[in-house]
């Protein structure tokens, strides 16, 4: 019986061991499971939607971080969204000029005097012969 309060007991000391023991590079660097298990995980707190605002601070969050890094690498990327938001605004007014242009056109055709039914025009060559 001896035997077996022994090994009771060295089984305990054992574990207390091996838990308090940390490997050198876990002392200088921290301890990582530590540290994993106090950080919320990003799927959490990524699970909400973001709304417009907190989107754009993100974005904005992001171009300063790559603007500290390279400055270049910004001006590009700033200079490709300019580029985008005037191609959309070119072709925002293009569509409403032609939308304008077709309004016009058909309030023309409706006031044009209708042609003459009996007369035949040798210029037009859809009407009848």
């Known amino acids: 019986m001896s035997d077996e309060k022994k090994k009771k007991k ?4 054992a574990k207390k061991k091996s838990a308090t023991k940390k ?12 540290v994993k298990e106090t950080k ?3 799927t959490e707190a990524r699970a909400k939607a973001l709304t417009a605002l907190q989107r ?6 992001q171009m300063k971080k790559i603007g500290e890094r390279d400055p270049e690498r910004l001006a590009q990327l700033l200079t490709t ?10 072709e925002a007014k293009r569509k ?5 242009w077709d309004i016009i056109h058909r309030t023309e055709k ?6 003459p039914e009996g007369d035949h025009d040798p210029q037009d060559p859809l009407s009848p012969n």
């Open 10 to 13: 060295k089984k305990p000391v």
């Open 23 to 34: 490997s050198l590079l876990a002392r200088l660097f921290g301890d990582k499971k530590a």
């Open 40 to 42: 919320p995980k990003k």
């Open 56 to 61: 754009s601070i993100s974005e904005i969050k």
């Open 81 to 90: 969204m300019l580029g985008q938001e005037r191609e959309k605004e070119e």
């Open 96 to 100: 409403l000029n032609e939308q304008v």
């Open 110 to 115: 409706k006031n044009a005097e209708p042609p």
